[in-house]
């Protein structure tokens, strides 16, 4: 079956630790997406990425990396910059050649918290 | 920038009656517009979209949405909901032009459908 998966679904961060959060399709997508969704805020934008070895940053992308050095991964790493890291992560795809209208599928997610 | 706000952040309805989630979003020269759908702890599913067209929008599950260019509504219905209806909606908009997978999303609605 195609789809997006995310691992793990949840996650523990300690304080100053970098966590990496996988983000894999098998839809053959060219565009990937990062959302972080918080109660009460709906989704926010962190990073996306258009085609393997480009990205671009979100609306909220301090504290946060990227890499698209694969068309399927496309993992997100939460740096000890990110001081308030507790949320759902999303991740998403989409074909990437029909423009902005074109549907985004989204994974699971991941929880992450802080210890 | 775009912007896009839920009217309501929680709709109680009893099962089998009609329903109406509210969705506003600034004004734009062209606009694409979307409604998601996310269970618990899950990632979010396309409902339905309006790209341009008849403005009444037929999706999934028995939802449909009318494009209000004058009012810059984006109105969710369904006539009778069941108890699978309960999760959260989200509304969507991008502004079309180059602003390329920008999707700006609403803060979201809880619809619950009690028995």
């Known amino acids: 079956d195609g789809g997006i998966t995310q691992s793990p679904k949840y996650l523990f961060r300690k304080e100053g630790q970098n966590v990496t959060l996988s983000c894999e399709q098998n839809?053959?997508?060219?565009?990937m997406y990062w959302y972080r969704q918080d109660p009460g805020q709906g989704l926010r934008l962190i990073y996306y990425?258009?085609?393997?070895?480009?990205?671009q940053k979100g609306d909220i992308a301090e504290g946060y990396s990227v890499s698209r050095e694969k068309k399927e991964s496309f993992p997100l790493t939460v740096t000890s910059a990110q001081k308030n890291p507790t949320a759902f992560y999303l991740c998403?795809?989409?074909?990437?050649?029909?423009?902005?209208?074109?549907?985004?599928?989204f994974g699971p997610g991941t929880r992450l918290l802080v210890l | 920038a775009q912007s896009v706000t839920q009217l309501d952040s929680q709709v109680p309805v009893f099962e089998e009656a009609p329903v109406e989630l509210r969705c506003n979003y600034s004004?734009?020269?062209?606009?694409?517009l979307f409604w998601y759908v996310q269970y618990p702890n899950q990632g979010l599913q396309l409902l339905l979209k309006?790209?341009?067209?008849?403005?009444l929008v037929k999706g999934i599950n028995g939802f449909e949405a009318e494009f209000n260019k004058s009012q810059t509504s984006f109105h969710l219905r369904k006539p009778s909901v069941h108890i699978s209806d309960t999760a959260e909606y989200f509304c969507?908009?991008?502004?079309?032009?180059?602003?390329?997978?920008?999707?700006?999303f609403g803060q979201g609605t809880i619809l619950t459908v009690h028995p």
């Open positions: 004004s734009s020269v062209s606009v694409y």
């Open positions: 309006y790209l341009s067209g008849s403005t």
């Open positions: 990425s258009q085609i393997v070895n480009d990205f």
């Open positions: 969507a908009a991008h502004p079309g032009g180059t602003s390329y997978g920008k999707l700006t």
């Open positions: 998403a795809s989409s074909i990437g050649s029909r423009g902005p209208q074109e549907t985004q599928y």
């Open positions: 839809l053959n997508h060219d565009a």
